[in-house]
């Protein structure tokens, strides 16, 4: 029985495609927080140590190419949009372009595979206000499934992880340590959603499928000041601690993101690895599932799900396929402290100006901006 759709949304963060980008692209990551000008230039250099341009951009737009040939060749044959929601394409001018083509039902899949306020909940306000920018015009937009546990993420990610272990010597294999990461986020949020157990749950089936017997959950790009706790412990605190224990040589398996972006250019293929040259230790990066084959695959079976109900909605492990529709207190935004400051390697939090923020921009108390990202 088909649901009626008739266009798919792709939605991501979005980042600068050149140097002139990357203030006017922060700028709008942290519109409504009151973020001194020179923490904003400080955070910029990141990108300037890169030539000023995010890679996010260009692996959406090959994940959009990937996409389109595999509805066309296995269908549903929708056509398929792409919108940002901190740079171009933004979703504004996305879902005007889908409502001048006559789009009245899209299904939208967000480049985020856990629940949490910033991975899934701000993505869909950041819909909602996109559309009530266009009234009555606007399509109806529902969001798929989180997709941590489906065997077209784990697969991908596990033979990533196996590639890397079959870099050391047989004798080293079973003892190099895996450390999978992911975005920290404030305690605060992750105590009110998934993302804790749903990372849990990843990283276990990852590793079993990867045959990987020692590793770990370790976090990164932590942007809070340090009076608030945030989820620990950092990659490179945990190298370090490796390192005093005996270890030289570890893995770092970023399965908290699904393409080679900023965060992970910056705080794993920059930062992690400074850390372990500096120690002496040798590390090995797994790459993300990027346009893996079955991670395009199973996009189109998330859609197909939503598109019929007669498709299975495929789940490995223990926790069961995540829900459709969001429960209204799912993932709520936690209150943000006052004080604004914090690490290096994301945009910085600040306090929201007084009165209602601009359409398009978190409510008051939101978080600074922690999803798989830039």
Not at 24 to 33: D, M
Request: proline share 12%.
């Amino acid at each position: 029985m088909t649901q009626g759709y008739d266009a798919v949304l792709l939605v991501s963060f979005g980042g600068p495609d050149g140097p002139d980008d990357v203030i006017p692209f922060l700028e709008n990551v942290l519109r409504g927080r009151n973020v001194p000008r020179e923490r904003l230039l400080e955070v910029s250099e990141h990108y300037q140590h890169f030539g000023g341009k995010s890679p996010i951009n260009d692996q959406n737009r090959d994940l959009l190419a990937a996409l389109r040939r595999e509805l066309e060749l296995h269908g549903p044959n929708l056509p398929v949009y792409w919108g940002n929601r901190n740079w171009h394409p933004l979703l504004t001018d996305t879902l005007r372009e889908m409502a001048d083509a006559g789009v009245r039902r899209a299904v939208a899949f967000v480049t985020s595979a856990y629940s949490s306020y910033s991975g899934c909940r701000q993505y869909r306000e950041n819909i909602a206000a996109a559309c009530e920018a266009l009234g009555a015009r606007a399509p109806q937009v529902d969001k798929l499934r989180v997709f941590f546990n489906h065997p077209g993420f784990v697969g991908p990610m596990a033979k990533n992880v196996a590639d890397c272990v079959a870099r050391f010597p047989p004798g080293e294999r079973a003892t190099t340590p895996v450390l999978f990461t992911a975005h920290s986020i404030p305690t605060t949020m992750a105590d009110s959603c998934k993302y804790v157990a749903q990372l849990q749950e990843a990283c276990r089936l990852v590793a079993s499928q990867a045959g990987v017997p020692r590793w770990e959950l370790v976090f990164q790009s932590r942007s809070g000041p340090p009076t608030q706790p945030w989820l620990e412990p950092d990659v490179c605190d945990r190298i370090r601690a490796l390192h005093t224990a005996g270890t030289d040589r570890v893995i770092v398996a970023p399965v908290g993101f699904i393409s080679d972006h900023m965060e992970v250019l910056y705080d794993l293929d920059t930062e992690a690895r400074q850390a372990c040259h500096s120690l002496g230790m040798r590390m090995e990066r797994a790459a993300t599932v990027g346009t893996a084959p079955a991670f395009v695959s199973m996009i189109r079976e998330l859609i197909s799900e939503r598109h019929s109900e007669a498709t299975a909605r495929l789940a490995l492990g223990n926790l069961p396929a995540s829900h459709d529709i969001c429960p209204l207190d799912c993932c709520p935004a936690p209150q943000r402290p006052a004080a604004a400051g914090g690490r290096p390697g994301s945009p910085p939090p600040g306090s929201p100006p007084p009165g209602s923020p601009p359409p398009g921009s978190p409510p008051p108390g939101s978080p600074p901006p922690a999803a798989p990202s830039r």
